[in-house]
């Protein structure tokens, strides 16, 4: 059974910064695409930004510019680099592969931002 491990949320101001990372428990080398998603109160959970085995990158256009998604496959970690946060930026986080699989949603990671 894969697991899929987020931290680095937290409260932060808005414009300020937070980096996510998600611990996979199994080589993430031949995996092909990850994402990291999210689902703010009230709203459905979204794809944030996606990254291939290669490293091309895709983001909704709300955060375009202002996240970073990347990968490392040596530590089977993926990363979500934010800057400039908005209120709107609140909603907990989640990593997965893309398409997601249900079985492997995790607990996620609150990100809230004040104003």
């Known amino acids: 059974q894969v697991q899929l491990v987020e931290s680095g949320g937290g409260l932060v101001q808005a414009g300020g910064s937070l980096r996510l990372s998600c611990a996979v428990s199994?080589?993430?080398?031949?995996?092909?695409?990850m994402g990291w998603y999210r689902r703010a109160p009230g709203k459905e959970r979204e794809l944030v930004a996606s990254?291939?085995?290669?490293?091309?990158?895709n983001y909704v256009d709300s955060v375009k510019g202002r996240f970073t998604i990347s990968r490392d496959n040596a530590k089977n970690t993926v990363y979500l680099q934010m800057n400039s946060l908005k209120p709107e930026d609140t909603a907990v986080y989640y990593c997965n592969y893309y398409p997601s699989r249900v079985e492997y949603w995790g607990q996620g990671t609150q990100v809230t931002v004040s104003s």
């Open positions: 199994r080589s993430i080398f031949s995996i092909n695409t």
């Open positions: 990254i291939t085995r290669v490293g091309v990158t």
